[in-house]
Nanobody
Framework: QVQLVESGGGLVQPGGSLRLSCAAS????????MAWYRQAPGKQLDLVAS???????NYADSVKGRFTISRDNAKNTVYLQMNSLKPEDTAVYVC???????????WGQGTQVTVSS
């Protein structure tokens, strides 16, 4: 089992920045990926960005150049630095951990990000 604890959401004005954190604990395994997804009201859950334990990253086109995903493997923590935020970035952001050997997924409870003036 893997437990995920997210932090860092909140209200920010357009053009502002926020940093999300997600700490994983439990049976982590050495071959894994962590990611952030988001779900806006009335919309599906979409991948925002992902990063493997080896540092390979992937971003949704809508956030490229504005968001940066990183991780601290020693702390089993993933970060999402969000810059130049837009109202359309408003969503619940959910942390994901995937064991790449078993393909088991684990999910955090989500943190609200609201971009509004």
């Amino acid at each position: 089992q893997v437990q995920l604890v997210e932090s860092g959401g909140g209200l920010v004005q357009p053009g502002g920045s926020l940093r999300l954190s997600c700490a994983a604990s439990g049976i982590i395994g050495s071959f894994n990926a962590m990611a952030w997804y988001r779900q806006a009201p009335g919309k599906q859950l979409d991948l925002v960005a992902s990063i493997t334990n080896g540092g390979i990253t992937n971003y949704a086109d809508s956030v490229k150049g504005r968001f940066t995903i990183s991780r601290d493997n020693a702390k089993n923590t993933v970060y999402l630095q969000m810059n130049s935020l837009k109202p359309e970035d408003t969503a619940v952001y959910v942390c994901n951990f995937k064991n790449l050997l078993t393909m088991q997924n684990y999910w955090g409870q989500g943190t609200q990000v609201t971009v509004s003036s």
